[in-house]
């Protein structure tokens, strides 16, 4: 069993940046696809992005494609979520996801393993 620990959430003003983490244990972290949801209250988890095995292929939402950019460092077990052009409604709970399969997915049955979320909130 994988652990997921996400990183770098926090309160930020409309129009700013933050950079989320996500570490994982283990040794398998390079074999699978990763992504990001995020949850808002009263909301289900929603798909935000994912990348493959290599990071050859993403894909994103159509709600935060052009500000959010994933990426990964298969050395470190770490992915990242760069979030630029923040808007009041990307307010939410993010959690970092590990894939079942090596290539990109979009829907939450793709994924098996859960980090604890981190919490971004955007200020108008």
């Known amino acids: 069993q994988v652990e997921l620990v996400e990183s770098g959430g926090g309160l930020v003003q409309a129009g700013g940046s933050l950079r989320l983490s996500c570490v994982a244990s283990?040794?398998?972290?390079?074999?699978?696809?990763m992504g990001w949801f995020r949850q808002a209250p009263g909301q289900e988890h929603e798909f935000v992005a994912a990348?493959?095995?290599?990071?050859?292929?993403?894909s994103y939402a159509d709600s935060v494609k052009g500000r959010f950019t994933i990426s990964r460092d298969n050395a470190k077990n770490t992915q990242y979520l760069q979030m630029n052009s923040l808007k009041p409604e990307d307010t939410a709970v993010y959690y970092c996801?590990?894939?079942?399969?090596?290539?990109?997915?979009?829907?939450?049955?793709?994924?098996?393993?859960w980090g604890q979320g981190t919490q971004v909130t955007v200020s108008s």
């Open positions: 990348i493959s095995k290599s990071g050859v292929s993403t």
């Open positions: 996801a590990r894939g079942r399969f090596a290539y990109v997915v979009n829907s939450v049955n793709g994924f098996d393993s």
């Open positions: 283990g040794r398998t972290f390079s074999m699978y696809a």
